[in-house]
């Protein structure tokens, strides 16, 4: 099944003699289940083609279909309320809300869908990345490898379409960033999902089901890689904390209709600056700062 299409996307900056033709004619698709990685050097377009996959920016030209869905042609408000029930990120710099604890982070996405997280699924994902029994404790109270965790298991809480991942791995060590790759792919697994991966790292890459390389705006090469690279979670990597639960892959790839959007969500700017958030304070001013970290509209200053 199909979850990811993009056709002849394009993305142009400037015009004339100063046109930045940053994405020039992509046409790519990803299986459910895919674990793919797509890799480029600085500028070739890597990061802004995950902003057009995750409906954080318009394309100048062409599709991008999530789930059979246009989002291309979607206007702010449904894109922003699209994204935020379909497609799951995961970024460098983990996104957690320092207020929060690791529980109220993980559900945070569907608390301000109007939605009550499912406990049991909530749990086993938790178990399954190893953070369960940190659930009280606070972001600043955890290595960069444990936030990521919480930060990989707020993006599965939500049973997305989709998870888009910018450089998962970019501010962790060497064995950090194998355990997370290992934790990725093992969790995909698990729960069903597909993930697209931006990546500069070759070495991470071959780690991942297929490579797509992209160099200015195209794509120049796209493959499988071999069952000896890829093999599986646990044999890469040495992950042993996995259950074998069949009902995982199923409880994730349910779909389920959601309401209860407020206002404020709509208007929730995607990026929160430093000094910004030392001006929030108390549950509220986090939550708040979450919507603008993850799970908002794109900011327009």
Same mark, same amino acid.
């Not at 057009?52 to 789930?67: F, S």
């Not at 930060?151 to 997370?180: C, H, M, Q, W, Y």
């Given at each position: 099944?199909?979850? *990811?299409? %993009?056709?002849? &996307?394009?993305?142009?900056?400037? $015009? =004339?003699? #100063?046109?930045?033709?940053?994405?020039? #004619?992509?046409?790519?698709?990803?299986?459910?289940?895919?674990?793919? @990685?797509?890799?480029? %050097?600085?500028?070739?377009?890597?990061?802004?083609?995950?902003?057009?996959?995750?409906?954080?920016?318009?394309?100048?030209?062409?599709?991008?279909?999530?789930?059979?869905?246009?989002? /291309?042609?979607?206007?702010?408000?449904? &894109?922003?309320?699209?994204?935020?029930?379909?497609?799951?990120?995961?970024?460098?710099?983990?996104?957690?809300?320092?207020?929060?604890?690791?529980?109220?982070?993980? +559900?945070?996405?569907?608390?301000?869908? #109007?939605?009550?997280?499912?406990?049991?699924?909530?749990?086993?994902?938790?178990?399954?990345?190893?953070?369960?029994?940190?659930?009280?404790?606070?972001?600043?109270?955890? $290595?960069?490898?444990?936030?990521?965790?919480?930060?990989?298991?707020?993006?599965? @809480?939500?049973?997305?379409?989709?998870?888009? @991942?910018?450089?998962?791995?970019?501010? &962790?060590?060497?064995?950090?960033?194998?355990?997370?790759?290992?934790?990725?792919?093992?969790?995909?697994?698990?729960? =069903?999902? %597909?993930?697209?991966?931006?990546?500069?790292?070759?070495? &991470?890459?071959? *780690?991942?089901?297929?490579?797509?390389?992209?160099?200015?705006?195209?794509?120049?090469?796209?493959?499988?890689?071999?069952?000896?690279?890829?093999?599986?979670?646990?044999?890469?990597?040495?992950? /042993?904390? +996995?259950?074998?639960?069949?009902?995982? @892959?199923?409880?994730?790839?349910?779909?389920?209709?959601?309401?209860?959007?407020?206002?404020?969500?709509?208007?929730?700017?995607? !990026?929160?600056?430093?000094?910004?958030?030392?001006?929030?304070?108390?549950?509220?001013?986090?939550?708040?700062?979450?919507? !603008?970290?993850?799970?908002?509209?794109?900011?327009?200053?």
């Amino acid at each position: 099944m199909e979850i *990811l299409r %993009t056709i002849g &996307l394009k993305k142009y900056y400037g $015009s =004339g003699a #100063g046109l930045v033709k940053a994405l020039d #004619g992509i046409n790519m698709s990803i299986e459910e289940g895919e674990f793919a @990685a797509v890799v480029g %050097t600085s500028g070739s377009g890597k990061s802004t083609l995950l902003h057009m996959l995750g409906g954080l920016d318009y394309p100048t030209e062409g599709k991008v279909i999530v789930d059979g869905k246009d989002i /291309s042609a979607m206007k702010e408000t449904e &894109l922003t309320i699209f994204r935020r029930r379909n497609i799951g990120f995961i970024f460098q710099n983990y996104n957690l809300v320092p207020v929060l604890n690791v529980y109220e982070n993980v +559900v945070l996405p569907l608390e301000l869908d #109007g939605e009550k997280p499912d406990r049991e699924f909530v749990r086993e994902v938790m178990e399954t990345l190893g953070i369960y029994e940190r659930q009280a404790s606070m972001p600043n109270q955890l $290595s960069g490898g444990q936030q990521q965790r919480v930060a990989i298991a707020r993006a599965l @809480a939500s049973k997305p379409a989709i998870i888009l @991942a910018d450089e998962p791995t970019g501010n &962790l060590d060497s064995r950090n960033s194998k355990e997370v790759m290992g934790l990725l792919k093992v969790t995909g697994e698990q729960f =069903g999902q %597909t993930i697209v991966m931006i990546t500069h790292n070759e070495a &991470l890459a071959q *780690l991942c089901s297929r490579v797509i390389r992209i160099e200015d705006g195209k794509i120049w090469k796209d493959g499988k890689n071999s069952a000896q690279n890829y093999g599986t979670g646990t044999q890469r990597h040495g992950f /042993s904390g +996995v259950r074998e639960d069949g009902t995982a @892959a199923k409880n994730m790839t349910e779909k389920r209709e959601r309401t209860g959007v407020g206002a404020d969500e709509q208007k929730a700017a995607e !990026n929160v600056t430093g000094r910004q958030q030392q001006n929030l304070t108390g549950k509220h001013a986090g939550e708040m700062a979450a919507r !603008n970290t993850w799970g908002g509209i794109r900011y327009e200053k």
